[in-house]
């Protein structure tokens, strides 16, 4: 036995796909939860009418609750581009080919980091409105 | 070999868990579609999303809900055997935990098929 | 009972491509598999190529595929099969070929050099042995009953997509000396097991546990060096 230090290629993929999978658990249960089981608490009682897009701008115009749909959003994106890349490393094994595929799935992870944080980030309240607008 | 080799519980579990994965993965990307949608306005944003409440997409929403459970609960026993050495109970761990996502299988899909989630 | 043995047979010197041949046999349920392939060699097919050498489970030399699951054919009884008198013998997956049920285990023992097999310990060796507690000992004990037979690496889906992968049979060997409390070239053999293609293609698949003649617990053994691996960087 006796450990000082060890080799550098893999461990925190493998490890982080651990740590990321188990917060996934409880952020997508919490994600479900709120998305499908519970009203905006803005929207009040039971006769609330609002359309799915009301309810999206309520939920996501809280900035707590933003904050926690980004996080949800990082994790999820590295937690699947992680997993592709250890598939990928199963089937393709020359080096090059092996470092073409690593990077074609960072730019795809980017990709969808990018979108879904433009997408998410500028909502508030104001969109309510301009909804609305948008639509006559 | 995939073909001829005898499947077990364990190759089963990770067969599975692959195709769920990227199953969920491709889901990702739709959903985050779906949010760019948020921008173009209340009415394009309801088509878009109410477009998932047609029989065909709900049957379809169940199937995420399996492949989403199967990958959580697997997960979790990968993790157990990972770290909490449960390596010679892994056939008994991954029956039994399919046993009880079975059930809440079946409870999620009839409310997402009876519209009760939306 | 009469049992019929389908044998994957391929002389890549003579057969562009393997093809089953059919034997029928009398035999015991006692019998072994071993014991079956040996009358048709001795008694019907000559030309049929197989490895073995102890007969008794212990030089590791005829792991093969029968009925689609890796095993000793000295070690496995025909009643072990569930009361089936069909059998399919083929060569162990992953490996090439060199004739029939005899495959070319050269990859197999380069990688099992890779994570230096053998007892490392730079300090003079005392008067009498190198004593170990009991305790100790005991948490390499299933390890060191490995036999080498490779049923393991070639049962392993990792392994058939990926032959630059180590294989369940050097990662068990990486464990039995780094968990060796005598042993001190921990670093050394971590460095080579930390790879791409060392621990971190093992996706707990169970395929080696499922196989191994000696049921050792090599997933368990895996996942204790991936664990032990993370550590030793957080
Ligand atoms: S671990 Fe088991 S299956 Fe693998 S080589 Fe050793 S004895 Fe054979
Ligand atoms: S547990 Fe790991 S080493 Fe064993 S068959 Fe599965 S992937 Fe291969
Ligand atoms: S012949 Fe030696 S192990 Fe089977």
Redesign the interface.
């Known amino acids: 036995m006796a450990v000082r230090a060890t080799g550098n290629a893999g461990h925190w993929s493998w490890y982080f796909q651990r740590v990321t999978g188990i917060a996934l658990v409880l952020t997508l249960a919490a994600h479900f939860a709120v998305n499908h089981f519970m009203r905006p608490p803005e929207a009040g009682g039971a006769d609330w009418a609002g359309s799915l897009y009301h309810a999206a701008v309520l939920r996501l115009s809280n900035p707590l609750y933003k904050g926690f749909e980004l996080t949800f959003l990082m994790l999820a994106t590295y937690h699947a581009c992680n997993g592709l890349w250890a598939i990928g490393r199963d089937v393709v094994t020359r080096p090059l080919a092996r470092t073409a595929l690593f990077m074609l799935i960072v730019l795809a992870g980017f990709a969808l980091a990018v979108v879904g944080w433009t997408a998410i980030l500028p909502i508030d309240q104001d969109w309510l409105a301009r909804g609305a607008a948008a639509t006559q | ?2 073909l ?3 499947w ?4 089963l ?2 067969a599975m868990h ?1 195709l769920t ?2 199953a ?2 491709f889901y ?2 739709l959903h ?2 779906t ?2 949608k ?9 088509t878009a ?2 477009a998932f409440s047609q029989p065909m997409w709900k049957a379809a929403e169940a199937l995420l809900f399996g492949a ?1 459970l199967y990958h ?1 609960v697997n ?2 026993r ?2 157990l ?3 909490f ?1 449960a ?2 109970q ?1 056939r008994r761990l991954f029956w039994g935990m399919m046993g009880a996502s079975a059930a809440a299988f079946v409870l999620g899909s009839w409310l997402i098929i009876s519209h009760a ?2 | 009972m009469e049992v019929s043995f389908e044998i994957l047979r391929f002389d890549p010197s003579r057969d562009s491509s393997p093809r089953y041949q059919t034997y029928r046999v009398e035999a015991e349920p006692n019998s072994r598999i071993l014991d079956v392939l040996n009358t048709i060699k001795w008694e019907q097919d000559g030309t049929l190529t197989y490895r073995r050498s102890c007969a008794h489970g212990v030089c590791g030399s005829d792991a093969v595929v029968i009925n689609g699951k890796n095993g000793l054919a000295c070690q496995q009884l025909l009643k072990n099969y569930g009361g089936r008198t069909r059998f399919r013998i083929e060569p162990l997956p992953a490996f090439r070929v060199i004739k029939d049920l005899v495959v070319d285990m050269e990859p197999f023992f380069r990688h099992y050099e890779r994570i230096k097999p053998y007892f490392v310990n730079e300090k003079p060796p005392p008067e009498t042995e190198r004593l170990q507690d009991p305790v100790d000992r005991e948490a390499i004990d299933d390890a060191t009953k490995c036999i080498l037979c490779g049923a393991c690496t070639g049962s392993c889906p990792s392994f058939w997509s990926n032959q630059q992968y180590l294989g369940p049979a050097a990662l068990l060997k990486a464990f039995r000396f780094v968990f060796d409390t005598r042993d001190t070239a921990t670093d050394e053999r971590l460095k080579v097991v930390n790879d791409q293609d060392g621990l971190w293609r093992c996706h707990t698949i169970f395929n080696c546990n499922a196989c191994c003649p000696k049921e050792i617990d090599i997933t368990d053994a895996i996942s204790r060096l991936k664990v032990l691996a993370v550590q030793t960087r957080l």
């Open positions: 070999m995939f001829r080799y005898k077990e519980t364990g190759m579990a990770w692959r994965g990227v969920v993965t990702l990307f985050v579609y949010m760019t948020l921008h173009d306005g209340e009415a394009a944003y309801n999303v109410s989403v959580a997960g979790v990968i993790v055997v990972d770290f050495g390596a010679r892994q989630v939306h």
